[in-house]
Structures are given as structure tokens and as C-alpha cells.
């Protein structure tokens, strides 16, 4: 089953926000028919916990701005290796470097269809 393009646009402004903060190993992941209470994750990491901030921010800034979308919930803000917005139609996840590898979410949902966010290959 494929994603919305509601979902599918929120999902690449959340890419393109996270890329501006840097964050690295952005995925987007179809997870629908896997899990069946959300659409879609994104999952990207970044090297420390202020960054890790200033990525959830700027998220947070851009998919208000261009949707009026806010999380229904936060988790892990006051962690600061894994945070988790969730907007109920989509999922995304900030990961410290370190802990991405321990969780190994791209190992969970290997056999899910990857999502196109037309970010640049550098993202």
C-alpha cells in the first residue's frame, strides 16, 4: 500500500528540515501495512544531542509552517538521543549515531518499500 501525498509531502518537508540541520542516514520508510496505527517513519541521525535539538526544531518549525501540522505527541526531548514525534499519520525519529545502530530501526522495517524524499545524494 502506498503512502498519501498528504503524507508523502509532510514526509519530504521533514526530510528537507532535517537535512538543513544536517542530519545524516535520512530514510523515509512505507510502514502502512506493516504497522497499521501510522503511514510512514522517517528516521535520520545526528552525532550529538544539540544537534539532535536543533534537528527536532526545525521539523517542528517547518511542518507548521508549510502544513500546519503539529506532533500529538513527543517522546525523549529530555534524553536527547532519541526523539520521537509523532503526528499519527507519520512517525519521525531523531537518533543519536550510536544508538541508530543499537535499535537498528532500518534492520526492523528492512522489508518495507522505501520512500523517494528527493533529498540530494549528500543528505
Known amino acids: 500500500m502506498a503512502i498519501t501525498e498528504l503524507v508523502?509531502?509532510?514526509?519530504?518537508t521533514a526530510a528537507a528540515a532535517a537535512a538543513d540541520k544536517l542530519a545524516t542516514n535520512i530514510v523515509g520508510l512505507d510502514v502502512g501495512e506493516r504497522l497499521g496505527i501510522t503511514d510512514?517513519?522517517?528516521v535520520c541521525s545526528a552525532p550529538s544531542e544539540r544537534q539532535i535539538g536543533a534537528i527536532v526544531?526545525?521539523?517542528?518549525?517547518?511542518?507548521?509552517?508549510a502544513h500546519g501540522s503539529s506532533p500529538?505527541?513527543?517522546e525523549g526531548r529530555g534524553t536527547?538521543?532519541?526523539v520521537l514525534l509523532d503526528y499519527g499519520h507519520m512517525v519521525i525519529h531523531v537518533q543519536h549515531e550510536e544508538e541508530r545502530a543499537v535499535y537498528g530501526l532500518?534492520?526492523?522495517?528492512?522489508?518495507?518499500?522505501?520512500?523517494?524524499l528527493q533529498l540530494p545524494e549528500t543528505a
Open 57 to 65: 526544531d526545525e521539523v517542528e518549525r517547518q511542518l507548521k509552517e
Open 40 to 42: 510512514a517513519f522517517l
Open 72 to 74: 500529538l505527541r513527543r
Open 80 to 82: 536527547g538521543t532519541w
Open 106 to 116: 532500518d534492520r526492523l522495517y528492512a522489508d518495507v518499500d522505501k520512500v523517494d
Open 8 to 12: 508523502l509531502t509532510e514526509l519530504r
